[in-house]
């Protein structure tokens, strides 16, 4: 009963944290770590770009981001490592050319002469996974994971062993069927000394900097170290089609948050958060069309069963017909949307929302 009750405390302040939280919670410098690790792991290089710049802006020196960018290699390839480090290459000349000084910050401290990687790196990874860890299935990749990325590169130190679990479980984040070592990598960052508190906000930064499916890969992870049940929500492609801005004109006429992003030819794609739904309202003197292209959603006309929505459904709306649309409930959702047969005096009638109680009965 005590671990319920704790793990329904952690998933309503999940839920509730917003962008302020976060910001008090991880500083600039690791936020700008975890972006980038992030990006890097998606194969964003043009958000990767504008990350980088961020980050050097915000107080990451050039040391740091070299190191986290090369750690990365063991865990997101050296193609995708190697790409990181030629867009911070880039970026740092566009800045010098551009009068901007970045801090070089402080190289990593020679190893001592009695260094062993291989006894270093046990005592980290049993650290990290709290409790003595050997691979015998492969004896190689046992030591290369002790020597090497447990002794050789977590014993640099201009990363903090708390810096480079951040970065691991936001790479991870981006890795798309990597969900055991992205569980892993979270209770190893508690270990390491990433807060519970840190932890809960890298889905709100995620969600923000880089997207959505992302985000929701580390929830899912939180919520199985955490304890507790976690539905998925399906997210959408924003790269497909575009999520556009936040739809602040017809706000008021939603419950939950929209966006808006105008579209060739009079069309607009309209993108819904999960549970986001408009009001009942009617088009008078024109019919609505709706083509649903990504996500799981919901259309009702007044006094009908609702009918559910996925990519290829197309809805056309009669005149002077009262309904509403949105997302499902564990679902993201966009379609485009335009109108047809315009007659002289058409209009939208804006009505009363969709209840919780009838919304939550689909």
Request: glycine share 8%; with cysteine.
């Amino acid at each position: 009963m005590k671990k319920h009750f704790c793990f329904i405390a952690f998933l309503l302040s999940v839920l509730t944290m917003n962008a302020q939280n976060m910001e008090d919670i991880l500083t600039p410098r690791r936020q700008g770590l975890a972006v980038i690790a992030a990006l890097e792991a998606k194969g964003d290089i043009a958000g990767l770009e504008t990350a980088i710049a961020g980050a050097l802006d915000n107080g990451l020196t050039i040391s740091e981001a070299k190191e986290a960018l090369s750690q990365l290699y063991a865990y997101t390839g050296f193609p995708r490592s190697l790409n990181g480090l030629g867009v911070l290459q880039r970026v740092l000349e566009q800045r010098k050319a551009a009068g901007i000084k970045d801090n070089p910050g402080k190289d990593a401290d020679p190893l001592p002469g009695d260094y062993d990687a291989l006894k270093q790196g046990t005592e980290v990874q049993t650290r990290l996974t709290g409790k003595p860890f050997n691979y015998s299935f492969v004896p190689a990749t046992d030591y290369y994971l002790k020597a090497h990325l447990f002794g050789d590169i977590f014993a640099r130190n201009n990363l903090s062993f708390a810096d480079r679990e951040v970065v691991t479980v936001s790479a991870i984040s981006s890795l798309p069927g990597c969900e055991p070592q992205l569980i892993a990598h979270v209770s190893g960052a508690r270990n390491m000394g990433v807060s519970d508190e840190e932890l809960r906000a890298l889905p709100v930064l995620l969600e923000t900097k880089v997207g959505v499916a992302e985000a929701e890969r580390l929830r899912g992870a939180l919520a199985s170290v955490y304890g507790g049940e976690y539905t998925p929500v399906q997210t959408v492609d924003f790269l497909v089609w575009p999520k556009g801005e936040p739809n602040t004109a017809y706000a008021k006429y939603f419950t939950g948050n929209s966006f808006l992003a105008q579209m060739e030819g009079g069309m607009a794609n309209v993108t819904f958060e999960p549970r986001c739904r408009n009001n009942w309202h009617i088009h008078h003197k024109q019919v609505q069309v709706l083509i649903c292209v990504a996500g799981r959603g919901w259309y009702q006309e007044w006094g009908k069963e609702a009918v559910p929505m996925t990519p290829g459904t197309i809805i056309a709306i009669p005149a002077e017909v009262k309904h509403w649309h949105g997302a499902a409930k564990d679902s993201w959702f966009q379609h485009l949307t335009y109108h047809k047969d315009v007659k002289e005096g058409a209009s939208n009638e804006w009505l009363e929302p969709v209840s919780d109680e009838h919304y939550n009965a689909l």
